[in-house]
């Protein structure tokens, strides 16, 4: 299963992101997607996830500033968030299958 993820880049603070990520390979059927974030010096965390009957969480720091969604049939997953803060910055990476399988992450950077 191979995630590319896509979407990151320079960001205005204060304005909105939009990712997505998409598995292909060997997919079968996949189950959870999440999304999470690594900062510099930071560990990565969990940024939110939504499984494959749609429920989805997320992470208290993002909660309310953030959306995932996905699309089934094109094994994509989104993330949007919108009131982007400096401290948004980060590596994004998706995942599936629990963990197994990661994306290579995409940058965000946050200008204030």
């Known amino acids: 299963v191979q995630l590319q993820a896509s979407g990151g880049g320079l960001v205005q603070a204060g304005g909105p992101l939009r990712l997505s990520c998409a598995a292909s390979?060997?997919?079968?059927?996949?189950?959870?997607m999440s999304w999470h974030r690594q900062a510099p010096g930071e560990q990565r965390e969990l940024v939110g996830s939504?499984?494959?009957?749609?429920?989805?969480n997320y992470a208290e720091s993002v909660k309310g500033r953030c959306t995932i969604s996905r699309d089934y049939a094109k094994n994509t997953v989104f993330l949007e968030m919108n009131s982007l803060k400096p401290d948004d910055a980060a590596v994004f990476f998706c995942?599936?299958?629990?963990?197994?399988?990661w994306g290579k992450g995409t940058q965000v950077t946050v200008s204030s």
């Open positions: 939504i499984s494959s009957e749609g429920t989805i």
């Open positions: 390979g060997s997919v079968g059927r996949i189950g959870a």
């Open positions: 995942s599936t299958f629990g963990g197994k399988y």
